[in-house]
């Protein structure tokens, strides 16, 4: 079969077959949790830290998984075994876990209560490294909407009720076209975008906004165990705007592309690229034993 495969509700499937019913309410409420895992050379890097978080995500929201983790790491390497087989040897995967309540029966007439029966599934698409070139060969472009961070869904949920996003996103492609929002907390200062954790670098520290208001990013965590290995100084604390206008390299770390460089936040320059930056890439590339620049920006 050419087909990618996908696993929903205990069944694999090929992947053009898996869908969500109209009641369900992932998408009746938006009511999803997920997390994404990438491949290195056909193989899941760092599993058990995009599980755990997963379970956790799944705790905080009142959803549960009956799989065990060993039952849902078999489905998954199934899954990455046959998808990897139709796409280029050079190639990777993203492999997304999501889960909801499940229907919402009086949606559609039936008897079923949120939560009687949840859904749970998997599935993969080859990582758009076409998508990804453009930031890691120019830089990231960054602006913040007029709007403060709206949810008050606990951001180490990683999930999809994403409204706030999604309106952020709009404002910014109009006002600066070819940039990405970087949201506000409450209080002015700087938290994430929707898809990556934010950095930025002053005097040979790496600063990231206090991890107690970010997405607990598994990708953050490989950016802090680099810099414990290497001895570069990393600090959690408050990232007004005037701090990261004058910072001296900004990133942005995410599962996707790992780490990226900023060259702009609202239209102000940011030196870019940086010694950091290039340093932490090559220390990137050395723990996955891939060069990851090389292999997104490789036609």
Known sequence: MTEPLAFL???????????????DAGFVYGATVTDLCRTFRHRLYRWADHLARFRQS??????????????????????????????????????????????????????????????????????????????????IALATPSGRAASNVDPHIKQRSRMHWWLAEQEVHRTHPGAQALLLDQAGNVTETAAANFLLVKNGVVVSPPRERILDGVSLRVVAELCARFGIP??????????????????????????????????????????????????????????IRQQITMP
Do not use: K
Not at 279 to 287: D, Y
């Open 58 to 139: 799944c705790r905080s929201a009142y959803l549960e998984v009956s799989l065990d983790d060993a039952a849902i790491l078999h489905r998954a390497e199934e899954l990455i075994a046959h998808n990897a087989s139709v796409i280029g040897a050079t190639a990777d995967l993203a492999l997304v876990l999501f889960a909801t309540p499940g229907p919402v029966g009086f949606y559609l007439g039936q008897a079923i209560t949120p939560g009687d029966q949840p859904t749970f599934g998997m599935h993969t698409f080859p990582l758009p490294f076409a998508r990804y070139r453009p930031w890691l060969e120019q830089g």
């Open 9 to 23: 509700n205990g069944c694999v499937v090929p992947q053009s077959h898996a869908h969500l019913a109209l009641n």
């Open 234 to 291: 990393m600090e959690n604390r408050e990232l007004s705007l005037d701090a990261c206008y004058a910072a001296d390299e900004a990133m942005l770390t995410c599962t996707s592309y790992c780490i990226a460089g900023v060259r702009s936040l609202n239209g102000r320059a940011i030196p870019w690229p940086g010694a950091m930056l290039g340093r932490l890439v090559e220390a990137w590339n050395a723990e996955v034993g891939v060069d």
